[in-house]
């Protein structure tokens, strides 16, 4: 057994799109129109559906809000450099709603982006490189 995919709920596909392939990266994989069932599926992913987990966006046409609720958590995502990765996702339009740091109570530095629905996303810091400028940044300001 292994995990498919996660699947989120969009209001806005092109909007969905442009947040996962254009800021983070993600490729699309394949896109499906339904018109019986008044929806439309796309696959986003870091690689081929056959040996990764992908996230599948539901658009049902028409519908341009959720109510997110609150047992959702979030999409994790691992990077290799967070401070860059926040940047440019901010200079490319996108919201950063936690600036990278170390999680609370822990050490693993960690950032969260919001996609256009509002769905949080966590950035996770693979590797030293995020710890090393932490470090460097905090002694820089002292």
Known sequence: ????????????????????????????????????????????????????????LTYNWGKEQYDLGDAYGHIAIGVDDIYATCNEIKARGGKVSREPGPMKHGSTVIAFVEDPNGYKVELIQLGTQGAQKQEAAEAASR
């Open 1 to 56: 057994m292994r995990m498919l995919h996660t699947m989120l709920r969009v209001g806005n596909l092109e909007e969905s799109l442009k947040f996962y392939c254009e800021l983070l990266d993600m490729k699309l994989l394949r896109q499906k129109d339904y018109p019986g069932g008044e929806f439309t599926l796309a696959f986003v992913g870091y690689g081929d559906e056959s040996d990764h987990t992908v996230l599948e």
